[in-house]
């Protein structure tokens, strides 16, 4: 395909998708209007599976087939980084020296550390009852764990950091949600359904049916994708060097 046809392609697709949001935005309730179908049936189905946050009822239960959808692009974006990333022929590891720290940036980072962790794992425990869940927190708790770079040296992340181990993680996580979808098919429902499990007592930590299980695991994803990606990058501007370079401390 030469360059004027995947233009005219793209300009028709780009025309085509302009005229469909256009048609959407013409058929939505008027701003400030009291008249909001989406959001009321959103509201009310999350009440009714007693699940107080609304938007990790939209996420992990009404659409929780488009957030697999996300989950499966981070995934996706993760591998490919990986491979693009990883050590080639005309490279050698290198091992970086201790690096000195100001004893006031040491201390910010080691106090904050344990803090920003406990954080990111709250914010993931209550993601069915308060804003936050899976994506957020598992940000959070992935790169708490990257002060201890920034509070000691490249070393001392490297022992609390296994790639390996969250490499499987990842996988597990993602696994662990198909799993989840593929479980109310085989009780006779349908992929993703929150009819497994009682929708408990409402604003407790073990109401919303599955969504609590389905925050869980994108919270171990997010946070396993997190590290992975960081341990390239930090790989590459650390550790990795070229065949004819010399060897640079940290």
Do not use: K
């Not at 981070?74 to 000195?100: I, K, M, N, S």
């Not at 499990?197 to 049916?209: A, D, I, M, R, V």
């Amino acid at each position: 395909m030469n360059r004027r046809a995947r233009l005219w392609l793209v300009a028709v697709g780009g025309a085509g998708l302009a005229a469909l949001l256009v048609a959407a935005c013409l058929q939505m309730p008027d701003f400030g209007g009291e008249r909001h179908p989406y959001g009321d049936r959103a509201v009310h189905a999350s009440l009714d599976r007693h699940t107080a946050n609304t938007v990790a009822s939209v996420n992990f239960d009404q659409r929780a087939f488009d957030t697999l959808g996300e989950l499966s692009i981070l995934f996706a974006a993760v591998l490919g980084c990986v491979v693009l990333l990883r050590q080639t022929r005309d490279e050698h590891r290198a091992r970086p020296e201790p690096a000195d720290v100001d004893p006031p940036v040491r201390r910010y980072a080691l106090i904050v550390l344990p803090v920003a962790l406990l954080t990111g794992l709250y914010v993931i425990a209550h993601g069915q009852l308060s804003p936050g869940g899976g994506f957020q927190g598992g940000v959070v708790a992935a790169t708490a764990l990257h002060l201890l770079y920034l509070g000691a040296d490249y070393r001392a992340l490297e022992r609390i950091r296994p790639v390996g181990l969250y490499e499987v993680g990842d996988a597990a996580a993602a696994c662990a949600y198909l799993v989840l979808g593929l479980a109310g098919v085989l009780a006779g429902t349908a992929f993703l359904a929150n009819t497994l499990l009682p929708y408990g007592t409402f604003n407790t930590l073990s109401s919303g049916g599955t969504v609590p299980l389905l925050n869980a695991a994108i919270g171990m994803e997010v946070a396993c994708a997190v590290v992975v990606l960081l341990a390239r990058f930090l790989d590459q501007a650390v550790e990795i060097e070229e065949e004819n370079e010399d060897v640079r401390p940290l």
